[in-house]
Nanobody, 119 residues
Framework: QVQLVESGGGLVQTGGSLRLSCSAFTGGNGVAVMGWYRQPPGKQRELVATITYGGLTNYARSVAGRFTISRDNAKNTVYLQMNSLKPEDTAVYYC?????????????WGQGTQVTVSS
C-alpha cells in the first residue's frame, strides 16, 4: 500500500513563504507524476502544480511565478516552495502521486496540510 506523508503547512503573514514536503512510501516503486492540489474553504479542490519524473512542470495561473514545485526522485519526495503568499492561498494542500503498476497507474492522495495566510 502506498502512503503519502505531507509536512510543512502552517500560519504565515501576507508576503511570507512556506515550503511543503511530501514523501511517497511505495514499497520500492518509483513515482511517475507528483503534484499538489488545494481546497480553499467552501470551494472545490483545484490544481496547484504538477511535476513529472523527468522534471516537466505545470502550474495553475494563480500561483505561477510565486510557487515552485520540485522533486527528489531518489527519495520519492516532492516539494512546493511558496513565496509571496496571499490570503487567497489559504487552503488545505494535498499531495498527489501516480504510481505505476502492471497495466497502468494507481493514484494516491495525502492527508492534507493546512496553509493559512493572514492579511
Amino acid at each position: 500500500q502506498v502512503q503519502l506523508v505531507e509536512s510543512g503547512g502552517g500560519l504565515v503573514q501576507t508576503g511570507g513563504s512556506l515550503r511543503l514536503s511530501c514523501s511517497a512510501f511505495t514499497g520500492g516503486n518509483g513515482v511517475a507524476v507528483m503534484g499538489w492540489y488545494r481546497q480553499p474553504p467552501g470551494k472545490q479542490r483545484e490544481l496547484v502544480a504538477t511535476i513529472t519524473y523527468g522534471g516537466l512542470t505545470n502550474y495553475a495561473r494563480s500561483v505561477a511565478g510565486r510557487f515552485t514545485i520540485s522533486r527528489d526522485n531518489a527519495k520519492n519526495t516532492v516539494y512546493l516552495q511558496m513565496n509571496s503568499l496571499k490570503p487567497e492561498d489559504t487552503a488545505v494542500y494535498y499531495c498527489n502521486a501516480d504510481v505505476p503498476r502492471v497495466g497502468g497507474r494507481n493514484n494516491y492522495w495525502g492527508q492534507g496540510t493546512q496553509v493559512t495566510v493572514s492579511s
